[in-house]
């Protein structure tokens, strides 16, 4: 195994850990509001009344969750949410803004986001969480355009976020995973003499699943450097910041010395990594995938602890 799938492993491992009760609780929302078979039976009552020495018993179920939960997707589906853009500094305007707006609509409209909207809402209104996952797609790879795409997790299990984070907006968020399943025949499609195994804990990726199949997992993390940024003034006079090899390219160009008025340290985001492995090695499997943003919505453990969104950026 390699080391960056050992360490994939450490921490997808750790997460689970951490969120264990809290994805325990999720299970028992999702069984209990299942509109096709809803488990609101107590296992030790239903239990006894099916073990009667007198006979089986009926354990009947009067379903009055599905109502509340149709209620929310229903409200979605009539009135979407969209994205908006708003016209604040740096020299923007409503002209603008407009523009963008019509940018957001085209995005909106080729993902069917208003469907991924409902599911996302109606997972939130089961088990208290839903996702949304927006990264790019491809609409010319001989000019290597690229869109964002907008889709949801329909389990959210399948999802581990960093339980660490501690920023209501998730901000501080330092990795993510995303779990697919794949048929036995579709793995050894795509990745032909890798060993099929699923990626994590089977009994956590394949709880009510009895098929066949192989868990893909992808993880989001990021990275930080810090890159020196110097301050100096330009050819025209005027005060203007770079890094190390901007200063050499503007001094080149200028044919002189610049003088230099101040040096920083500043701390950079470096590109964040997506990759994909399951327990084969990895390194036949990753790839960076550009910028991506993954919007991955957590619920507390407590009823004390608010509902934190957790943007996981890509």
Known sequence: MSDVLAEAQRLFNESLDACREQRQQMVEDLAFSDPSNPDQWDAATRLQRESDPGGKR????????????????GQVEQNPPAVHAIPVGGGADKKAAEQIDGRFRHIEHASRASQHYARALTSAARAGVGYLIV??????????????????????LNVVCD????????????FGF??????????????????????????????DDSRKS??????????????????YQGADG?????????????????????????KSKD????????????????????????????????????????????????
């Open 58 to 73: 009926p354990c009947l179920v009067m379903d009055q969750t599905s109502q509340y939960v149709q209620q929310v997707s």
């Open 135 to 156: 990264r790019p797609t491809y609409i010319n790879r001989a000019l290597n355009w690229q869109e964002p795409r907008i889709s949801s997790e329909p389990n959210p």
């Open 163 to 174: 339980p660490w984070s501690t920023e209501t907006d998730g901000s501080d968020m330092g």
């Open 214 to 231: 192989v868990v893909l997992a992808e993880q989001w993390y990021k990275e930080t450097n810090t890159t020196e940024v110097i301050v």
């Open 238 to 262: 005027e005060e203007t910041s770079g890094d190390a090899d901007q200063y050499e390219a503007d001094c080149m160009a200028a044919q002189m010395q610049l003088p230099v008025i101040r």
């Open 267 to 314: 701390k950079t985001r470096k590109k964040d990594h997506d990759k994909k492995g399951h327990y084969a090695p990895c390194n036949a499997l990753h790839y960076e995938a550009g910028d991506v943003f993954g919007y991955l919505e957590r619920r507390p453990e407590d009823v004390q602890k608010i509902v934190r969104p957790h943007v996981l950026e890509k």
């Open 178 to 207: 995303l779990l697919t399943p794949y048929s036995i025949r579709e793995g050894e499609r795509r990745w032909p003499g890798k060993e099929m195994k699923d990626f994590g804990e089977p009994s956590a990726t394949k709880r």
